[in-house]
């Protein structure tokens, strides 16, 4: 397997791979990783769609992308997914799988259509003081100090950054600043996760820096992520015959280890007849997803409190058990045995009463029944005691919504903290509490609020115990290789799959990791789409400086008449265009920084 740039083999077809014929693929796990290996083992590797069974615990694929309405409930979305143009893989994935919304294009055309017809920002990023517009003028306000530590983070070597907290690297001038506000609530952080994650994130998405205050960075899904992703992949499947086999609960997978090589020889599994597995031939492939984000989620109601499910969690114990038998495998308990740092706390509200849209709509400054962008990303209500974010994508979210409903998707990060008006802990707090507290953050009146949360909406609480588990600090080996060295026939999926060319928490690196395990094991020749180079682009870095100074030019120390040198010096040079293009340093006899360049790089 290798690691391929541009549209030269980004639109050529690989060769069919010898004695692919003969071959089987068993996967563990109905989740984004394992439909697109799927997927990838039918269209690269040219494997016949009968010969691969995807198994999955529940009755439904599609893993985290989920989107349901449940009838006693109301709707549920337990988080969203935020997409951008460079996820390489997911989008060469796409291009395959027909749309389901417009006839003869694929859901890559129907995405690209959508987003450039309608496209995503914020018009009010973060709020304060019951729904009032914070007015952060989209800026990262980072002092000297704070611009100091990001540029040492960056600089950091992969080692230096291993095991560390994000509160160890950075002071609390940057944790104080607007640019971590934006930063953890869009990606989840804690001041108590990766070091090295953080780090990584800085590097994949250099290209995004200055869309983070208004979310311009961003794309979404027609619909919920169930009904715009996974049924077309689903139904694609489907048609080329792959099996998928539900409610079976795969509870181990057996080896044999012959020196430095390895293969895999049987599943084990549990479904409704009991205890049952399957046999791996020499032909058969065993590809996994191991451990889980929403693992042991539980759903509240209007009137229940979901509840900390801290108990026996298949997913985690799978990877267990298979960590114990070789040394490569990883190790899951890194992630998985905190739940007090790895937990939050989600709630999907469907609004019913013709009151509450209007709030909406004050924030958003857009009509939320228009069908298109609303908010454009999370709002934050930045003095919010469990530093609450909303959002409320294109409407309807779900197709089955009746036409004055709105969904809207509420998280919390500090889950534990009693509230600002309802005084209780939102673990603690039961679905109609929630819209109590995202009511009084929209700036509701206070009077009205109880009426409004009891008969004009209904929600639905999830709590995650693991939401964020792939956030722990962490160093080399605790994940294992998507295919280890040695294997014959086995390869892991998924968020805690190692491939160092990515960044977990996407849907890319889902899809990353299983064209990257389908290709090594069927001996794919075609390269794996590169991850975007911006963080090697002279162009980005130096957009990306200009913009967390929040547009101040640097300031070259010494006299007048020495900096005139310089500028002279610099004048009629390409690097002198590219500092002052970028607004690095200002014009040749500006006395005033020039205006960014917040359009995209030519």
């Known amino acids: 397997m290798y690691y391929s740039n541009g549209n030269y083999e980004a639109f050529a077809r690989p060769r069919k791979p010898e004695g692919v014929d003969d071959k089987s693929a068993w996967i563990v796990g109905g989740g984004l990783a394992g439909m697109a290996a799927a997927v990838f083992l039918v269209r690269d590797g040219q494997m016949a769609g009968d010969r691969i069974t995807i198994i999955e615990e529940l009755m439904l694929p599609g893993g985290a992308l989920d989107g349901i309405k449940y009838p006693d409930k109301g709707f549920v979305i337990r988080g969203g997914r935020e997409m951008e143009d460079h996820m390489e893989c997911l989008w060469d994935l796409f291009r395959t799988i027909p749309s389901i919304e417009i006839e003869g294009a694929s859901v890559l055309d129907e995405f690209f259509w959508l987003n450039k017809d309608d496209p995503n920002y914020s018009l009010c990023r973060v709020t304060e003081k019951q729904g009032q517009d914070a007015h952060t003028n989209k800026l990262f306000t980072l002092s000297e100090k704070a611009q100091k530590d990001i540029t040492k983070v960056i600089l950091a070597t992969r080692e230096e950054m291993e095991d560390k907290r994000i509160d160890e690297v950075f002071g609390e001038d940057f944790l104080k600043s607007n640019f971590w506000l934006y930063w953890r609530t869009m990606f989840a952080f804690e001041e108590w996760h990766s070091a090295l994650e953080m780090k990584l994130y800085l590097h994949r998405f250099m290209h995004h820096i200055g869309g983070l205050p208004d979310l311009s960075a961003l794309k979404f899904t027609k619909y919920n992520q169930f009904e715009s992703i996974v049924i077309p992949m689903y139904n694609w499947l ?266 977990i928490f996407t849907t890319e690196y889902s899809v990353r990791t299983a064209m990257e395990a389908v290709y090594q094991l069927l001996g794919v020749d075609r390269g794996v789409p590169e991850v975007f180079n911006s963080t090697y682009d002279i162009r980005y870095l130096m957009k990306g400086m200009a913009r967390l100074r929040d547009g101040e030019t640097v300031d070259i120390p010494g006299p007048n008449f020495l900096k005139g040198r310089l500028y002279d010096r610099l004048d009629n040079t390409q690097m002198g265009e590219l500092l002052t293009d970028f607004g690095v340093i200002p014009a040749h006899g500006d006395t005033a920084p020039r205006p960014r360049h917040d359009d995209a790089i030519a």
């Open 238 to 503: 489907q048609e080329q015959g792959v099996r998928l086999r539900f409610r079976t609960s795969v509870t181990d997978i057996d080896f044999a280890f012959d020196g430095d090589t390895f293969r895999a020889t049987r599943i084990e599994w549990t479904d409704a007849d009991g205890a049952g597995g399957v046999d791996l031939g020499e032909d058969d492939l065993c590809l996994a997803i191991i451990g889980s984000l929403t693992e042991n989620s539980d759903n509240g109601d209007q009137e229940t409190a979901p509840v900390i499910k801290a108990g026996p969690a298949p997913a985690w114990d799978l990877w267990r058990k298979l960590a114990a038998k070789r040394d490569d495998f990883g190790r899951p308990e890194v992630f998985c045995s905190d739940i007090d740092k790895t937990k939050w706390e989600s709630a999907t509200v469907t609004t019913i009463d013709e009151r509450i849209p209007a709030y909406i709509e004050r924030i958003a400054q857009r009509d939320p029944f228009s069908g298109k962008v609303v908010t454009g990303g999370i709002v934050t209500a930045k003095d919010s005691s469990w530093l609450m974010s909303w959002t409320v994508n294109r409407q309807p979210h779900f197709k089955a919504q009746k036409p004055n409903e709105i969904v809207v998707w509420v998280y919390g990060l500090f889950v534990e903290t009693p509230g600002d008006f309802v005084k209780k802990p939102m673990q603690d707090c039961t679905g109609e509490e929630i819209t109590q507290e995202w009511l009084y953050h929209m700036g509701v009146p206070t009077d009205q609020i109880p009426e409004l949360a009891a008969s004009g909406a209904k929600c639905v609480p999830v709590m995650m115990p693991y939401i964020t588990s792939f956030f722990m600090p962490r160093k080399a080996g605790d994940r294992p290789q998507v295919v280890p060295d040695g294997s014959a026939n086995f390869a892991f999926l998924g968020q805690f799959a190692e491939t160092t060319r990515d960044t």
